[in-house]
């Protein structure tokens, strides 16, 4: 009976020992469960959907089952306002003037015949009481003041002359001026005996023709 209790008692230490082993070997296990499921949650890949699935791929699979792909935001509506510094430099700016349209041709005084007279009556007495003098320019005319400027203007070449009235005439009625020998010159009418002018009497202080 003494040998039986040694036996006992040597197995039974023996059985505690290998429960003991079992249990250390479980918790060591459970240890290392914990430790990979921790890492696992920290190195999640930043481009891991909600449910573990990659974005890009997931992106790929709503357009295979013909998901319209969402389109970015429009950029908002920019402001019409313009900068203080533009505003100040079209204030400051000179206004911009308005082109000028063309002054409007004078309208003639009289349009007519002209003729002129020279050497016959050269140094002779003109109704003024000056004597005629073919070389200066002046003219003849029926009801002008004498001492009148009237700007003598050729319809056939544009030329002009501006006379002074110093006598009376033409004696016909066709014609509307009689000019000396010099301003006959002028609208280039010697060896014509008469010329198609227009007449423009000129007020006090004119010395030119108008603009054609």
Known sequence: MRAR??????????????AAWRLGVRLAALA?????????????????????APADAKATAAQRRGVPAKT????PPRS????????????????????ESPPSRASADQVGLASWYGGKFHRRRTASGELFDMRALTAAHPTLP???LVCVRSTVNGRSVVVRI??????????VIDLSRAAAEELGMIGLGLKPVELFALQDGERDCPEP
């Open 146 to 148: 004498f001492g009148s």
């Open 5 to 18: 209790g040694d036996v006992a008692m040597v197995q039974k230490p023996a059985a505690e020992s290998a």
């Open 32 to 52: 290392c469960c914990v430790i990979v499921a921790g890492c696992a949650s920290v190195e999640r890949p930043a481009d891991v959907g909600a449910q573990g």
């Open 72 to 75: 970015p935001p429009a950029d």
């Open 166 to 175: 110093n006598d009376r005439g033409p004696h016909t009625g066709n014609r």
């Open 80 to 99: 019409k306002a313009r900068a203080p510094e533009i505003e100040e430099a079209e204030k400051a700016a000179p206004p911009v003037p308005e082109p």
